[in-house]
C-alpha cells in the first residue's frame, strides 16, 4: 500500500465521526480496530466498541460533521488534523444539560493502517475547549 493510499483511508475513515457514516466503519475498520482517545478511560477494542461510542456521540451531537485539515502519511501511519462541528441537543453532557449550544472543536488522530484496515485509532480532542463552549466551566 503507498503512502497515498493510505492517506486516503484515514481522511475517509475520519468520516465515521459524522453522522450517518456507519458505512465507512463496516468498510475500512479492521474486526480487531483499537480506538484510544486522551479522554477515553480505557481504549476501544473492536469495531462493535467504537460504533457504541459513536452511537452515544451521536446523541449528544445528532448534527456532528468532521472535517479534517491536514493529513501527513509515511508508511502505515496517517496523521490527521480535524475540527467537528455539531449541535448539543441531547443528553447530559460534562454536566450541562441539552443546551442547543453548536460547538467547533479541534482535534488531531493517528490513524495505523495495515492491508487497506484500520487497525489503530488514536488521538487527542479539545474536551477543554469542548467544555467551555457547552458552558460546563462558567
Given at each position: 500500500?503507498t503512502?497515498?493510499e ?16 456507519f ?7 479492521a ?14 477494542e473492536g469495531r462493535?466498541?467504537?460504533?457504541r461510542?459513536l ?12 472535517t479534517?485539515r ?12 480535524w475540527q467537528?462541528?455539531g449541535?448539543?441537543?441531547h443528553g447530559?453532557?460534562?454536566?450541562v ?10 482535534g ?12 489503530e ?7 477543554l475547549?469542548l ?8
Open positions: 500500500m503512502v497515498a493510505s492517506e486516503r483511508i484515514a481522511v475517509e475513515f475520519l468520516q465515521v465521526w459524522t453522522v450517518g457514516n458505512d465507512v466503519l463496516e468498510r475500512l475498520g474486526d480487531d480496530l483499537r480506538v484510544d482517545y486522551a479522554h477515553f478511560p480505557e481504549p476501544l462493535e466498541a467504537f460504533r461510542v452511537e452515544e456521540t451521536f446523541g449528544y451531537f445528532p448534527d456532528l460533521e468532521t479534517p491536514t493529513a501527513v502519511a509515511d508508511e502505515g501511519t496517517v496523521a490527521v488534523e467537528y462541528e449541535t448539543h441537543r447530559e453532557l460534562f454536566g444539560q441539552p443546551s442547543g449550544r453548536r460547538v467547533r472543536v479541534d488531531m488522530t493517528f490513524y495505523r493502517i495495515a492491508e487497506g484496515k484500520v487497525v485509532e488514536r488521538g487527542v480532542v479539545d474536551v475547549g467544555m467551555q463552549q457547552l458552558g460546563a466551566l462558567e
